[in-house]
């Protein structure tokens, strides 16, 4: 397969409901989307999920675009790849910048399997046709944490992510868990505990969470795992995971039980293929986080949901739930708390070119 162009895209779009952190409120999301061409004039999408700002991760859509037009992208073009892997390894001169490089895997993966007119989730070995959904509640106040939960319950989400920062308190956390005994409840602190303030975590043992993702920054690993030896509920980690070796360490350490995979922090689908190989073997269960997407980047995780190692419902919420108009078709369908995997080749989502262009900041293409 020989790239012959690439185009970029950066969009901006508004939220429909404002993403509240204890990090950062999310209002709009501003991405990067790829088409790559190869020669035959066959097209590969991806999506590029670093955010605006640095707040999730180090990189942005502003440095993460620089990577692409100055190093990955000259790097691609005019040259052929007979699998997506190897187009990673043409990157590795190339350090760091894993959501750059994770929006052109992507993008050749999609080529590849519609080059092989297979759906992508058939060719990585999924094994499952439908995934379950789950949604986020990431409210600014207890009222609207709690009236968002009941319409999450009521839309038929089977599992519901709870942000939680030192500002949550438990007792309330536990009353709402005990009112729906039939949902599995997540709490995701986004790094927001401290060596300092693990008594206050340990508050949340007993409120009935399944899991506690990302309890403390990822720089802190060494006092997750002290942490996670006092605690029954599992922790699950998301940003302390941004490689293969990231996620040995989890293991070998027990920093945490689970690993939250989000295929733009480490660098791709080949990359993410690797670590859940890996947790196969150790026997660690995996979920797929979401990072307020559009419908290309949902599709390679939900893709992804379908291997055997991912035994947790992911954040998975219909395309309606962030957007009045996906950028992407066809749209993200919920239907008795479940999604149906594409069965056309290759990821099975499209851009949509219309609404693309009426949310496009700038555009470039690269030949
Ligand atoms: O920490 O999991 C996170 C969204 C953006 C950045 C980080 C995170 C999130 C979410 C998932 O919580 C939201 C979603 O896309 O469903
Ligand atoms: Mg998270």
Not at 120 to 125: E, Y
Request: glycine letters at 6%; a negative charge; charged letters at 25%.
């Amino acid at each position: 397969i020989r790239i012959k162009s690439v185009t970029l895209h950066h969009v901006k779009v508004p939220l429909k409901h404002p993403f509240n952190t204890h990090l950062q409120k999310v209002k709009e999301r501003e991405s990067i989307l790829l088409e790559v061409t190869d020669t035959d004039g066959i097209i590969g999408v991806g999506e590029c999920v670093a955010f605006a700002s640095p707040w999730y991760t180090e990189e942005t859509v502003d440095t993460a675009w620089n990577t692409l037009e100055k190093w990955i992208i000259p790097s691609m073009l005019n040259q052929s790849f007979s699998h997506p892997d190897h187009l990673e390894s043409a990157l590795n001169a190339i350090k760091g910048n894993h959501m750059a490089k994770a929006a052109v895997n992507h993008a050749f993966w999609d080529l590849y399997t519609k080059k092989l007119n297979k759906p992508l989730w058939q060719v990585i070995g999924g094994i499952k046709e439908t995934i379950e959904a789950g949604v986020v509640v990431a409210a600014a106040t207890d009222f609207e944490m709690k009236e968002e939960i009941d319409a999450a319950v009521e839309k038929g989400y089977k599992r519901i992510k709870i942000k939680i920062s030192q500002n949550t308190n438990p007792k309330d956390m536990k009353s709402i868990i005990a009112k729906y005994p039939q949902t599995l409840f997540f709490a995701d602190a986004n790094g927001a505990f401290t060596e300092s303030t693990i008594n206050q975590l340990r508050a949340f043992d007993d409120c009935g969470f399944a899991l506690i993702e990302q309890p403390f920054s990822e720089q802190i690993n060494r006092i997750s795992a002290e942490a996670q030896k006092t605690m029954k509920t599992p922790f699950a980690l998301d940003e302390s995971i941004a490689s293969y070796e990231d996620a040995l360490d989890m293991i070998e350490r027990k920093s945490g039980k689970i690993i939250v995979m989000k295929q733009g922090r480490v660098g791709g689908l080949s990359a993410a293929l690797r670590i859940h190989n890996q947790c196969i073997q150790a026997e660690v269960p995996i979920w797929v986080g979401g990072m307020i997407e559009f419908g290309v980047s949902k599709a390679f995780n939900l893709a992804f949901a379908s291997l055997p190692g991912v035994t947790f419902p992911g954040d998975f919420s219909s395309s309606s739930h962030f957007w009045e108009d996906d950028l992407a078709f066809p749209l993200i369908d919920i239907c008795e708390g479940s999604i149906r995997l594409s069965s056309s080749p290759g990821v099975g989502v499209e851009w949509n070119q219309s609404i693309v262009q009426q949310f496009e900041v700038r555009n470039k293409l690269f030949k």
